[in-house]
């Protein structure tokens, strides 16, 4: 390569003296040497004495080693004579006394973009941008140098991903951020490749890290959400989640996607057994108990008194038939034995789901007592039915009838547990 050629390419390209900055904006200029340094930068800006500029500075930099004004300046007549690594090296001296010095920032980050050196490039924009974000064409030139940086590494990174070698991909996207530590867009693909893997708590430190460069959005937060549920800390993604909803406006979608990630956070690796009851033509007393103690983790906290019940030993669901039991939610038959596997009539539901409501600390609305055909007052169960009904945990069908021995579909009892959970979350 032609030598003057070689300097150029090293080289960036200087606006007229009088469009620079002066380097007094950025940095302090003592009062015993303000006077010289205003007759330094006055000469240079006339470009007609600069031996006469090198003097001056001189001069002032014996006076005061770490002027930094004044190494500007010199930074300045090293990149008008085509001297990049002299100006290189005042500047960074002056960056290392003054980290957030914009100009410093600029023009080093201009001489490792020319020089072809696009990682180092594109952190000094990227700092540049957080001291002077009154600089939006510097977010441009960011993303070009990442481009380039990392463009062969990204390339075979999404490549390997596709083809589902997800180790080798991580590993060339974990070689993209040693490059460009800050880049936001990199976070989040590593955050996501992560995911996909059930990486959770990795990819949680990912997104915050995404969130720290870029700031949050909508996207980054469901995300930061799916991670936080699967590491069974529901109430941290819940509140991630309120944040994204606004009031007055109901998002279908949203509403859909808490609903999944509090499902997985309850449920975990049964969620299939969950999705089975959610479709069951009728639920038995086994699934109920199972449902009370997934949605009500509390229960098994509350005061109990000991049940001796013979046939759930075999149950996978033991524990949660002997917390619900326990607690009076739902009553063991005469004889000891439970009978996991019967179906769960309405009656029983509005038993066990009015108990729970008093459990929790929910009392009875205060409205006007609602008229059902089959459930007179009077009848032993007529104070749980109005209880249930008030909150509309259950309904009557269309001729006003509670119909007391009708068998409990699937939908119905995770409808009657959501509505129950978000009443108690709000109480």
Known sequence: MNFVLFFLLQSILMPPRPALENPAAVSEIPKNLKKDYDKAWARFVTAREDSKVVQDLEKLLRKKRDFDAALTIQAYLDLYQAKPFEAERRLDLVLLRQPANRLALYYLAELAYARGEYARAHDLYGRLMQVD??????????????????????????????????????????????????????????????????????????????????????????????????????????????????????????????GELEDLGRWGKEIEYFRRIQAAGEINREQLSVMIVRYFPQVVEFRQTPQIVTDTQSSWASSEIQAVVGVGLIAPLPNHTFRPSDSITRTELATSIARLTRLLGLSASAGPSIPVLDVPPGNPIYGDVQLVLSYRLVGLDDAGRFNVNDRVTGEEAVLAMERLLELARGK
């Not at 980054?220 to 944040?243: P, Q």
């Open 133 to 258: 974000r009154a600089r939006p064409d510097m977010e441009l030139k960011r993303q070009k140098a990442f481009l380039l940086a990392t463009e062969n590494i990204l390339q075979t990174a999404a490549a390997a991903e596709q083809e589902g070698r997800f180790a080798v991909a991580e590993s060339f996207y974990r070689q993209a951020l040693v490059i460009a530590p800050r880049e936001p867009t990199l976070h989040g693909q590593l955050a996501r490749l992560l995911a996909r893997q059930t990486k959770w708590e990795e990819a949680l430190v990912h997104l915050r890290s995404q969130v720290e460069f870029s700031g949050t959005d909508d996207e980054v937060r469901r995300s930061m959400a799916e991670a936080l549920m699967n590491l069974g800390r529901t109430e941290e993604a819940r509140e991630v989640l309120s944040s994204l909803r606004e009031p007055g406006r109901r998002d279908e979608q949203l509403e859909d996607k808490v």
